[in-house]
């Protein structure tokens, strides 16, 4: 009984993102240090499980991990992070 409990109310998820963004350095002066070309490259993945309270509320637990490479903004344009993380959320019960 219990584990059937469990198998309705929580799920588990994932995702993965990846992003560029090249600029051209006519249209701005953005990078001072004339790099060519400017590129900034985001990617990064989320696993997390939700637990569904009840019919109208959800709470979560997440782990993330962002890179960023990028030579618009330098020296703060790259990094790593390691994010872990709760969420909730909240609807109109029916």
Do not use: C
Not at 11 to 36: H, V
Not at 56 to 64: A, I, P, Q, T
Not at 68 to 74: K, L
Request: proline share 4%; net charge negative.
């Amino acid at each position: 009984m219990v584990k059937q409990h469990v198998l309705q109310t929580v799920s588990m998820y994932g995702k993965t993102w990846y992003g560029l963004a090249e600029y051209d350095n006519s249209s701005t002066n953005i990078n001072p240090f004339g790099q060519d070309p400017r590129e900034d490259t985001r990617w990064g993945w989320r696993i997390g499980l939700q637990y569904a309270w009840s019919s109208w509320v959800n709470l979560g637990f997440y782990g993330e991990f962002q890179q960023r490479d990028s030579n618009v903004d330098i020296p703060f344009g790259n990094y790593d992070r390691t994010l872990i993380g709760a969420t909730a959320s909240f609807h109109s019960p029916r």
